[in-house]
């Protein structure tokens, strides 16, 4: 069935360092890929996303790539700040026939002051 | 009110109790999911809605599980015969249903499930 894997489960860096998360998805139909910030005891937010016709977006310090080929995006945050610690969960979808979301397992990011 | 919401926030029952979750949609969203979180795992996709139609439901859901949305609007959750690996957070969350482009994902604050 279709997958999403995510890597790595946690990260730790240093504030103002970057963050890179990845992302493979196993159903080559997905075309659209959103990113959702997840803080503790809250509801996923979403950040960021990209649909399969683009090869990267950026928002600030929030860019995504997008390999259809490798069938593999990334998340990337510059210039991290203490608020950007929370759980990131990266999602595959079609946007026909089916729309459901299969999301990744969650990347826990930490970063250090 | 703008976001979803979804109703009890919190529930505790004993193992082979009954319990049914609400999730009342942003108003002109036609496409209602409900998805399930435990600890430390992303959101489990469960089952959808179109409407009032259920138009997909995960193979790995137990049948103890049933989503209803009678009038396309709010839905409900049910399980039956709860089982201590039940405990979970069960999220809903809503989206316009664009005929065409993607439809974003806006996430209700969730219903804990602990079963006893």
């Known amino acids: 069935g279709e997958n999403v894997e995510q890597h790595p489960s946690t990260l730790s860096v240093q504030e103002g360092d970057s963050a890179v998360i990845k992302c493979t998805y196993s159903d080559s139909a997905s075309n659209y890929f959103p990113w959702y910030k997840q803080e503790l005891g809250k509801r996923p937010q979403l950040i960021i996303d990209i649909r399969s016709n683009v090869g990267e977006k950026k928002d600030q310090r929030i860019a995504v790539t997008l390999n259809k080929t490798a069938k593999h995006f990334s998340l990337h945050i510059t210039e991290t700040q203490p608020e950007d610690s929370a759980v990131y969960f990266c999602?595959?979808?079609?946007?026909?026939?089916?729309?459901?979301?299969?999301f990744g397992t969650g990347t826990r990011l930490k970063v250090l002051a | 009110d703008t976001g979803v919401s979804q109703d009890p926030r919190h529930k505790i029952t004993k193992r082979g109790q009954n319990v049914t979750f609400r999730c009342d949609p942003i108003?002109?969203?036609?496409?209602l999911y409900w998805y399930r979180q435990t600890l430390g795992q992303g959101p489990e996709f469960l089952t959808y809605f179109q409407n009032e139609a259920q138009l997909e439901k995960s193979r790995l859901l137990s049948d103890r599980f049933s989503a209803e949305r009678p009038k396309g609007s709010f839905s409900t959750l049910e399980i039956q015969r709860t089982e201590q690996g039940d405990s979970a957070m069960y999220l809903c969350?809503?989206?316009?249903?664009?005929?065409?482009?993607?439809?974003?994902?806006?996430f209700g604050a969730g219903s804990r499930l602990t079963v006893l």
């Open positions: 108003s002109e969203h036609n496409r």
């Open positions: 969350a809503s989206s316009l249903g664009q005929l065409s482009g993607a439809n974003v994902l806006t």
């Open positions: 999602a595959a979808s079609r946007t026909s026939g089916t729309y459901k979301y299969i």
